[in-house]
């Protein structure tokens, strides 16, 4: 299998593409001393010293790292990966397939609302994020302000502020008057 690797715009992240290979149909991401992982590949790379987290997304694994240099990890997670995947265990145990809005906390008076906020994040936001190796989740949604949880590539990014403050905020308050605000949550 070719696994090709792609910076992204966290210097600390990097993805690793897997080609013809379609892992989940929704982002899944993984901490390091996180319990009941349900993914077997996931507690291999969360064991190597020096990742933090792992975002699983259709066709490509994010990595976020805390110490040591790519140069230095890469041809661990590299064949980890390959390892795993030539084994023939799917990568999840169990596909975590969950209706998102119903994980959203939010005030039944603003369903609308929320299903308009969370259509924009999934058709225009979400697939340019992804691009990057990240992912955003809608968590709250509360008298105007959305609440949002980036995952991936996106967690601890330099850029995540202005990306949540000039694209996502913009975007949002521009299609949907009721948004105020966009504020990051962890």
Not at 159 to 178: D, Q
């Amino acid at each position: 299998m070719f696994i090709q690797t792609e910076s992204t715009p966290n210097p600390n992240s990097l993805k690793f593409i897997l080609d013809d290979h379609e892992i989940c149909s929704e982002p899944v991401e993984y901490n390091a001393g996180e319990e009941n992982i349900n993914s077997k590949l996931a507690e291999k790379l969360l064991k190597i010293d020096g990742i933090d987290k792992i975002l699983f997304n259709k066709n490509f694994i994010s990595i976020n790292k805390s110490k040591f240099t790519w140069d230095q990890l890469k041809a661990t997670i590299l064949h980890e990966i390959s390892d795993f995947i030539g084994s023939g265990i799917p990568i999840l145990d169990t596909e975590n397939e969950v209706d998102e809005i119903n994980t959203v906390e939010f005030d039944d008076a603003d369903i609308e609302v929320v299903k308009n906020i969370h259509n924009i994040l999934v058709s225009k936001i979400r697939p340019a994020v992804m691009q990057d190796g990240g992912d955003i989740k809608f968590k709250k949604y509360d008298e105007g302000i959305v609440s949002l949880a980036l995952q991936g590539s996106c967690a601890g990014c330099p850029s995540a502020t202005l990306t949540l403050k000039n694209g996502v905020e913009n975007m949002l308050k521009h299609h949907i008057p009721e948004v105020k605000k966009v504020e990051q949550i962890i």
